[in-house]
């Protein structure tokens, strides 16, 4: 397969779709990825009429998206295709094509909204094909964003596998960055950077104690996946970032991990990470294929 004359190996793609209700920001958040990757010059925008996916008059006009549409952003050499799909049930064959050929889910999650009844038919597609997939808590920028909520709210209405990989530094206009569990890092965005750039610094102090609350809950999550990994853990060993990585993305092909992100992708905040848990967490076409066949 070959994008701009690239071409790339079975085990340096990743199909995803990028599923949600309508109004969650699964548009918005295509046009951010690229952006952030370098494969788009510019950062679409639906509310200016440019977006990357949005591309009949029909959608123009409406601001919403009719049909799937591909789009695909590289990072680590790797070709991500992103699968855009309508959010609204009247156009509802287009996401069920859309999760049948892809490899990987991501489900966009408004952290106004919470799941809506577009959020729990897209879930239902994903159970049934049985793919690996994560939500993403968008606009959390966004007036009245609440992180919490929208968690709990997945935890009762679709899955009790959920696990915060990201936890928000502040929210609606104070949000500033997230704390990453993987790293154990938080990551502060750089003021007026459009592709998430961020430095990463220690846990603020005012934080400290939820991170340690989410920390212990994430590392035992991820250490239960893995026989070999939780009885290094009950022994006090450490787990390294390598490893809960491999550990969480075997979990997740069995359905007993979704990992929960978070980010302003009109900010571009988040996307960085995003990307990059695509690459290290889905399968390629190949793995996928083996499990079928």
Not at 68 to 95: H, I, R, S, Y
């Amino acid at each position: 397969m070959a994008a701009s004359g690239k071409e790339y190996g079975t085990e340096q793609i990743r199909n995803v779709a990028v599923l949600g209700h309508g109004g969650s920001g699964k548009t918005t958040l295509v046009d951010a990825l690229c952006f952030s990757a370098g494969t788009s010059r510019r950062k679409g925008s639906v509310e200016e009429g440019h977006s990357l996916t949005m591309t009949t008059p029909e959608e123009l006009s409406h601001g919403i998206s009719l049909q799937t549409t591909p789009a695909f952003a590289e990072v680590q050499g790797t070709k991500v295709n992103l699968l855009d799909t309508p959010g609204f049930l009247d156009f509802t064959g287009d996401t069920l094509a859309a999760v049948r050929v892809a490899d990987g889910a991501v489900i966009v999650v408004g952290s106004t909204a919470g799941v809506e009844v577009g959020t729990e038919v897209v879930w239902d597609y994903c159970e049934n094909r049985g793919i690996p997939r994560m939500f993403f808590v968008s606009m959390m920028d966004k007036e009245h964003a609440d992180f919490d909520k929208v968690f709990q709210d997945i935890k009762e209405r679709l899955s009790s596998n959920v696990l915060p990989v990201e936890v928000p530094i502040g929210q609606g206009e104070d949000f500033r960055g997230i704390i990453n569990l993987f790293s154990q890092k938080a990551h502060i965005f750089k003021p007026g950077s459009v592709t998430g750039e961020y430095e990463e610094e220690d846990i603020p102090e005012e934080m400290q104690a939820r991170f340690e609350e989410m920390e212990t809950e994430f590392i035992e999550t991820v250490a239960t996946a893995d026989e070999e990994l939780l009885e290094r853990y009950l022994e006090g060993e450490k787990i390294s970032r390598d490893e809960a990585i491999r550990a969480m993305a075997q979990a997740m092909a069995r359905g007993e991990i979704i990992p929960l992100f978070c980010g302003s992708a009109k900010l571009g905040f988040g996307t960085q990470a995003l990307l990059t848990k695509m690459v290290q967490l889905f399968p390629h076409p190949g793995e996928m294929a083996g499990e079928s066949a």
